[in-house]
């Protein structure tokens, strides 16, 4: 018998270079690329972890850009399970721009939803402690009073990326998920809905009407 | 954010409603690079889903607060309502093109419960299969075998074997003379070309029996596809729809603006009566494109009103509609002749079932075609059909359409969204729009997409 798999909808907020899409790459792909263009044509990108007997598979929405004019979508939060929200540690401007989103997912996203804090780029610290420009407390702080999972991480050497994700899906209620979506007023029926892209083809090869 | 920014642009879109959404993601799925703007801080723009606060102060001249709605109607958060109402047809150029662009995996969708004909003061489920026929209570005995050949003519007619026309043309016979041969009374005729094929008037009686057949065929396969009813409807409002496509557009690259106004359209040489489009200026700077892509809300002195006016009205029920079967989601068509109009009645309704409203609630909107000087009592005989009213909410709009095509100021509108009950006209407009800027008809394909190995 195969491991039960639970499917987490995660989502990326930060500011524009902080290495949101790295870390993602580090994860699905183990690979890093030094001047990455932003990401063009993927929907979101997946990766399976196994935490204890269980298998969780991640599906990873990017903000595509979005963000940079404040023009991400309601959409974007709906339903998701847990958000990275990722500064740079040497950019004390993206740390204030992720409190902003701490605040912003409190409000818009799902209540039980699970955050981890990334303070990324630590491989420049390596170098030269002086270019560090959020202390590591300070963040603490920040996690500590919002509830938030903190890490800092390399996305460029791999550091404590898998941990991210990993500390993520050990907090993940995974056989508790579907009361608490009930739990969450939403109450959606699952036999009702419609999956179009799975008859896509069925339409495709009717012919004729068949009323 | 003080990053450098790009001023060149393939295209400029203004206005998130779906219409310029869907554009926007067709063209930045064929490589275009796409700079789209919105003046409200919110996508959608006309086609939007809002929340109730934002519902009130839109609607009422004294709105009341957050919280006293929310001790009403619970919270705020929960409400999603669209301001125009519509449905998907299952199997019409929407969902085709939702499942071409893999939006779908962004949008997640529901039938729609019950599609209901008013026949004298009652309410009655359309039939669309010939079982369904054989059973109703529209039709008397001699009149179901009618149907029943009209239906089978309908799914066995083929283009290029002539005996399956049974001797008609479709585009010499007009549907009247299409009706005559299957011996159709009144009635009949009336559900098939208000509740199937879903004119809001008796003009097609008198023209080629083509689009109706049309009509009546894609109605019949959207009922074939999931059965209950040939409607879809999304999850979280029809608002979800713009933001899919926005989201599209990108991931394929295109820029995002929202709560950016228009200050001032740049046009060559500074004539904005005869120039070409060239760019906008906003707070965040000037953009330059060839070509523009917007709603009528953004150049209205290049649009005319069709003549039309809509009115439509949103109520807030705390049951589900008499006669109904308790449908948490369904659609009514009032036929005009049933109340002495010259247009239908439509009304939609969707409930928590579909997480617009909190638990409990029901949304009916209801919408027609202004005839009168008094356009809220013409609703009258639809208000009737839904038991108690907690809230309504009526809005009258103008229609407006382009009143050119965009080839000689490379500025191309789209039309204000009609009274419809379906979105064919607005895919209609999307194509042709496509059409008049790319100058090659729209072809979907499957994305060829690297992340879809695990699905």
Known sequence: MSNPITSIKLVLLGEAAVGKSSIVLRFVSNDFSENKEPTIGAAFLTQRVNINDHTVKFEIWDTAGQERFASLAPMYYRNAQAALVVYDVTKPQSFIKARHWVKELHEQASKNIIIALVGNKIDILEDNENERKVAREEAEKLAEEEGLLFFETSAKTGTNISEVFLGIGEKIPLKGLEDEHNNNGLNVTEDQRINLANTANASENASACSC | ?455
């Open chain 2, 1 to 455: 954010m003080g990053e450098e920014m790009d001023t060149e642009y393939d295209v400029i879109v203004l206005g998130t409603g779906i219409t310029e959404c869907i554009l926007s993601g067709l063209l930045s799925v064929d490589g275009k690079k796409v700079l789209h703007i919105d003046k409200q801080d919110h996508y959608g723009g006309e086609s939007a889903s809002v929340n109730l606060s934002q519902l009130y102060s839109q609607f009422k001249k004294n709105p009341i607060g957050k919280d006293e709605i929310e001790s009403k109607f619970g919270k705020d958060r929960d409400w999603n309502v669209d301001l125009i109402p519509k449905f998907l047809m299952a199997n019409g150029e929407l969902t085709n093109i939702l499942v071409h662009t893999d939006v779908t995996r962004y949008v997640e969708f529901k039938q729609v419960s019950g599609s209901y004909v008013f026949k004298q003061g009652k309410i009655y489920k359309v039939p669309a299969t010939e079982m369904e026929a054989i059973s109703s209570p529209l039709m008397g005995i001699f009149e179901k075998r009618r149907m029943k050949k009209f239906l089978e003519w309908i799914s066995s007619c083929k283009e290029d074997e002539i005996s399956t026309h049974q001797g008609l043309d479709l585009d010499k016979n007009t549907m009247d003379e299409v009706y005559y041969k299957f011996g159709l009374g009144n009635s009949t005729k009336e559900f098939i070309g208000h509740a199937m094929a879903l004119w809001t008037n008796d003009d097609y009686l008198q023209q080629p029996a083509r689009p109706s057949y049309e009509r009546v065929l894609l109605y019949c396969q959207s009922v074939a596809r999931y059965g209950k009813s040939p409607y879809l409807y999304p999850l979280y409002g029809l608002g979800e729809l713009p933001q899919g496509f926005a989201r599209l557009s990108a991931i394929y690259g295109g820029t995002y603006m929202l709560d950016t106004p228009i200050e001032k359209v740049l046009y060559t040489d500074n004539d904005s009566e005869n120039g070409n489009f060239e760019g906008v200026q906003t707070k965040l700077g000037t953009f330059k494109a060839p070509l523009v892509i917007a709603d009528p809300t953004y150049f209205s002195h290049k649009c005319k009103s069709t003549g039309q006016r809509v009115i439509r009205a949103i109520c807030i029920l705390n049951h589900p509609v008499p006669n109904t079967g308790d449908a948490d989601s369904l659609q009514i068509i009032i036929p005009q002749s049933q109340v002495g109009r010259k247009n239908d009645i439509y009304i939609a309704i969707v409930s928590d079932a579909h997480n617009v409203c909190s638990k409990g609630h029901y949304l009916a909107i209801i919408s027609t075609i202004v005839e009168t000087e008094a356009p809220h009592i013409e609703l009258e005989p639809a208000f009737k059909l839904l038991g108690p009213i907690e809230e309504k909410f009526m809005g009258i709009a103008d229609l407006f359409e382009p009143k050119e095509d965009g080839s000689k100021d490379n500025i191309y509108l789209s039309k204000s969204y009609d009274a419809s009950s379906h979105f064919e006209s607005m895919t209609d407009d999307v194509k042709d729009i496509y059409f008049r800027v790319t100058g090659h008809p729209l072809v979907l394909k499957k994305r060829n997409d690297e992340d879809a190995q695990e699905e």
